[in-house]
């Protein structure tokens, strides 16, 4: 039996039970690695603001996980802003 669901809603895909419980794993997989990247962002900026109160933080806005890792690892090491953008930008 094949479910039917819509893409961007623009158009139909229809997938076989198999591929729809891989595509809800994925699905589900993606979700856990957005909210681990949002809650390290949220503590990066948090660390940010009270290590450099006053300084823009646009340039910690859009970054990988990776990149918040290493962000966050300069911040626990109190390296200065211009170190940090020069590593990330």
Excluded: C
């Excluded at 997989?29 to 990247?37: I, Q, S």
């Amino acid at each position: 039996m094949e479910r039917k669901f819509k893409r961007y809603n623009r158009e139909d895909i229809l997938l076989s039970d198999e591929e729809m419980i891989e595509f809800e794993e994925w699905s589900k997989a993606l979700e856990r690695g957005l909210e681990r990247k949002n809650a390290k962002k949220e503590m990066v900026l948090k660390y940010f603001h009270k290590s450099y109160p006053g300084y823009n933080d646009d340039f910690l806005q859009d970054l990988t996980l990776d990149e918040y890792d290493l962000v966050f690892d300069m911040l626990l090491d109190s390296k200065d802003i211009e170190s940090i953008k020069k590593e990330i930008l």
